[in-house]
């Protein structure tokens, strides 16, 4: 028996190696396969061989990568899938669902808004970030990197009229529509837009829009002024929203008795949120405070702008000072603190103002004598200390209010204003003449078109800076 077990046991080991020799594992055999000629290092040579289930892998060697790990996000119908990242050992496909893995199919589908992205999958970038500075008009912009979410555009010098009416009769307010007041035409605007006129001052009473403080606007009269504002900035032209009431609700001053300035401010921000979509309106806060304190004005002033800014809107305001306003008393003590002291007082958070000033050519700058001009350098004069306040302060001006008669000093005195104005841009955002509108007739300064549709010499007196 002994024999018998050594001859069994030579036979055993000659099969082991015959099969070694061959380059084939014996399932009996773990440990002793790598030194057999063949299939040494065979777990890196490259070839699907000795007992591997991949190239280089299974069997003997290091466990095979799972080819199907992370195939529900793939984008592909793989795996088993039943549909694209769907179905298999992936979540269910809803039935009849080709958007099934929409997200990482590469094109604009299944609601996306971009290449796969928006929708029901990742938000898509931003294609306006940083749109205020790419040198384009876009993005809800006005103008090239301004308007819309930028900073609001700057305005080109402007040059116009006041368009009166909607304030006339203020000894019966709120007073009848075409019987005690009226608004401004189309044809109006037409005309002046066709001169090259790119602003309207429009004043209207603030009794008529709010009929009680804090109450809603009155349908009707915002409805009058919408009208207005759409047709002049659908021609191109600037609007400014002028409440022609000198400080005053129904005779009391703003600030004083019965009127908080906190009804002024809610007057302001219900204006601004309705206007401020459209940045060729201009907010003029008051017509000629006067009769008052300039420091009072200052505060009224400022709790107007700050209920306009709290609306969101970024309109320019323009503020004007006590006394009428007048540029040639802009530094005088005569009412109390100059406006030129108490107004560097002024808050706007947006920097976005401008002082109006009004300047009328007469021996008393009060414009009740247009037929007589003091000399034809009157207006430079007149408005040459306010401009060298302008300039020391940084600040802008503009003239809301100024106009004379047709003898040919008057004449030069027009032209001589309008020029010192132009000749410091840097100082001066424009102007718009007092007046034109419906129901002027022949006053002597007013410049409503003759019936024959032309001009009064002081239009043709603007007409040349009309550019």
């Known amino acids: 028996m002994v024999h018998d077990g050594v001859a069994a046991r030579a036979i055993w080991v000659a099969s082991v190696l015959g099969l070694m020799v061959s380059g084939c594992q014996d399932p009996r055999v773990t440990s002793v396969t790598s030194s057999v000629a063949g299939c040494t290092s065979h777990c890196g040579n490259g070839v699907l061989d000795c007992g591997e289930t991949a190239v280089d892998c299974g069997g003997e060697c290091a466990a095979c990568a799972d080819p199907c790990a992370g195939h529900c996000g793939d984008g592909q119908a793989d795996c ?10 992936c979540g269910a496909c809803t039935p009849g669902d080709p958007c099934g893995g929409h997200c990482g ?9 971009g290449l796969d992205c928006g929708g029901d999958c990742n938000a898509c970038p931003d294609v306006c970030d940083g749109h205020c500075d790419n040198g384009k008009q876009d993005c809800g912009e006005t103008g090239l990197d ?12 402007l040059r116009g009229v006041n368009l009166a009416g909607a304030d ?44 009680s403080q804090l109450a809603a606007f009155d ?52 204006l601004a949120a309705h206007f401020k979509s ?19 004005w200052l505060t009224d002033a400022n709790a107007a702008i700050a209920a306009i800014r709290a609306t969101g809107a970024k309109n320019l305001i323009l503020v004007p000072g006590n006394a009428w306003t007048g540029a040639w008393t802009w530094l005088s003590s005569s009412y109390g603190t100059p406006n030129g002291t108490a107004l560097l007082g002024v808050v706007d958070p947006l920097d976005n103002f401008a002082f109006e000033v009004h300047q009328y050519l007469d021996a008393n700058g009060s414009g009740g004598n247009m037929a007589s001009c003091v000399s034809s350098t009157i207006g430079s004069e007149r408005l040459a200390t306010f401009t060298s306040w302008l300039t020391q302060h940084g600040h802008k001006g ?54 024959d549709g032309s001009d009064k010499p002081q239009t043709l007196k603007l007409v040349p800076y009309l550019r």
């Open 80 to 89: 088993g899938e039943t549909g694209v990242d769907c179905g298999g050992s």
């Open 105 to 113: 199919d590469g094109k604009v589908d299944c609601g996306e808004t």
């Open 146 to 157: 301004c308007g819309g979410a930028c900073g609001a555009c700057p305005l080109p010098m």
């Open 168 to 211: 006339f009769g203020e000894s019966s307010l709120p007073g009848t529509y075409g019987t005690t007041y009226t608004y401004p035409t189309t044809a109006e605007v037409d005309h002046f837009v066709g001169l090259g006129m790119n602003v309207f001052r429009l004043p209207f009473r603030w009794e008529r829009l709010q009929r």
């Open 219 to 270: 349908a009707a009269e915002l409805a009058r002024i919408d009208a207005f504002v759409s047709y002049a900035t659908g021609k191109g032209a600037h609007v400014l929203l002028d409440p022609h009431n000198y400080a005053r609700y129904f005779g009391t001053v703003i600030g004083t008795g019965s009127v908080p300035a906190s009804a002024f401010a809610d007057f302001w921000s219900k």
């Open 278 to 296: 459209n940045d060729h309106v201009l907010f003029g806060l008051m017509n000629e405070p006067n009769t008052m304190s300039t420091d009072l």
């Open 398 to 451: 503009f003239l809301g209010e100024f106009a004379a008669g047709t003898n040919s000093t008057c004449l030069a005195a027009i032209d001589d204003l309008v020029k010192h104005m132009e000749a410091h841009p840097k100082q001066w955002l424009g102007w718009t003449y007092w007046a034109a509108g419906p129901w002027w007739g022949g006053s002597v300064g007013a410049i409503e078109p003759n019936a």
